[in-house]
C-alpha cells in the first residue's frame, strides 16, 4: 500500500523554527520526485518545494532562502526544515510523490502565531 505519513507540526511563534518529517511506504522512494505543498486556511494548494531523485531543489519564492527540503533514502523519510516562520506560513502541510502518480499524505497542521 503506498503511503505518505506527516509529522512534525505544531505552534511556534514567529522567527521560530519547525522541522516537517514525511514517512513513505509502498514505493520505491529512492526514485521519485518529490514535494512539500501547503493550504492556508481557506486557499488552495500552494507548492512550495520539490526535490529529485539527485537531490536537486527547487524552491517558491515565497520560501526561498528559509524552507530547506531533503531526503533520506535509506529512511524512506522527505523532510522540510522551516526557519524564520512567519504568520503567513501557517498552513496544513503535505508531503506529495510527484511521479509514477501523485499522490499526497494526510498533512500536518503548523500555525504560526505569538
Known amino acids: 500500500q503506498v503511503q505518505l505519513v506527516e509529522s512534525g507540526g505544531g505552534l511556534v511563534q514567529p522567527g521560530g523554527s519547525l522541522r516537517l518529517s514525511c514517512a513513505a511506504s509502498?514505493?520505491?522512494?529512492?526514485?521519485?520526485?518529490m514535494s512539500w505543498v501547503r493550504q492556508a486556511p481557506g486557499e488552495g494548494l500552494e507548492w512550495i518545494s520539490q526535490i529529485n531523485p539527485t537531490n536537486n531543489t527547487i524552491y517558491a519564492d515565497s520560501v526561498k532562502g528559509r524552507f530547506t527540503i531533503s531526503r533520506d533514502n535509506a529512511k524512506n523519510t522527505l523532510y522540510l526544515q522551516m526557519n524564520d516562520l512567519e504568520s503567513q506560513d501557517t498552513a496544513v502541510y503535505y508531503c506529495q510523490k510527484d511521479t509514477g502518480g501523485t499522490l499526497r499524505g494526510q498533512g500536518t497542521q503548523v500555525t504560526v502565531s505569538s
Open positions: 509502498g514505493f520505491s522512494f529512492s526514485t521519485h520526485w
